[in-house]
């Protein structure tokens, strides 16, 4: 069991901010041994906390296995199973096959934590292998005649992005089996203490002006989904350092924010929907106006 002071440390050396309850949450889950399932929009960090919780937990970098979903990925990346030798150039082996562990099995055998990244990006049939062990903590591999069972204090952390655009649905018997921690969006003031230590040189109206459109942005995602994202943390640094740099190289402090806020609006917009890329960049023109 991890005790107080172990949470503290792992609140304080994580350099996403604004996310404590969340994280609080994860550890406890993790305390009493569920795998748990990070999600929430792009950019808030969900993958850097998943790496700080293992490499915390794990007492360093090397103790857990780390892959990303793809839509091509299926159970053999996963579980594992026969792998052909017809490339060896060997014509004696080209008929043959070797079975080859997938990443869950090989950090079962190497005694590794696991992070699972996008876990959404791949279809859930993949995961199809997983349920008895996330159920029961057995895991069967057919082809090998044998059962592994997950080690004590094992650890399984995935990310997600519910609903994103080129993201697959779970079934809800494979997301039954997560416990779901909401790494959402960060209050304003974080955000502003946050640019406050990257950008201490930025005009603060120039400031007010890339949080005011963030969270119209996210407000409208939030809404309706009229873009597929709002302006992630990530975007607002992104922003605010550009218009830092634009400024000291001459640019006024409307024109750095628009040239800005009209690249970031190419980014979260659907670039299929013009409607989608007029709707954020009229958001930019009137919080540029407002500056």
């Given at each position: ?11 304080e050396t ?176 974080t955000e ?54 634009s400024m ?44």
């Open positions: 069991m991890l005790t107080t002071d172990d949470y503290l440390k792992i609140l994580c350099t996403i901010k604004g996310q404590d309850d969340a994280i609080i949450r994860a550890l406890r889950y993790i305390d009493l041994g569920y795998p748990i399932m990070l999600y929430g929009p792009s950019g808030n960090g969900k993958t850097t906390i998943a790496e700080h919780l293992l490499t915390y937990l794990g007492g360093g970098k090397d103790t857990f296995y780390e892959i990303e979903g793809t839509e091509g990925m299926n159970e053999y990346h996963i579980i594992g199973g026969f792998h052909p030798l017809s490339m060896s150039g060997n014509s004696a082996l080209a008929e043959q096959f070797v079975y080859k562990h997938g990443i869950v099995a090989r950090a079962i055998f190497d005694r590794k934590n696991l992070l699972i990244d996008e876990f959404t990006h791949a279809p859930s049939s993949a995961y199809s292998g997983l349920f008895m062990l996330l159920s029961l903590g057995k895991l069967p591999l057919e082809y090998k005649e044998t059962t592994l069972t997950k080690p004590d204090g094992w650890v399984l952390i995935a990310t997600a992005n519910f609903g994103d655009e080129g993201t697959y649905r779970l079934s809800n018997a494979l997301k039954r089996r997560f416990v779901p921690i909401d790494i959402d969006y960060p209050s304003s003031s502003r203490t946050l640019l406050a230590s990257i950008t201490p040189d930025l005009d603060e109206k120039v400031v007010e002006g890339i949080l005011t459109f963030a969270n119209e942005t996210r407000a409208i995602w939030k809404k309706d989904r009229g873009i597929p994202q709002g302006l992630s943390t990530d975007g607002i640094i992104r922003m605010a350092r550009y218009c830092e740099l000291k190289q001459g640019s006024d402090h409307v024109s750095a924010f628009m040239d800005a806020a009209f690249q970031q609006s190419t980014i979260i917009s659907d670039e299929t929907d013009p409607h989608s890329l007029h709707r954020v960049q009229e958001l930019a023109i009137s919080v540029g106006d407002a500056l």
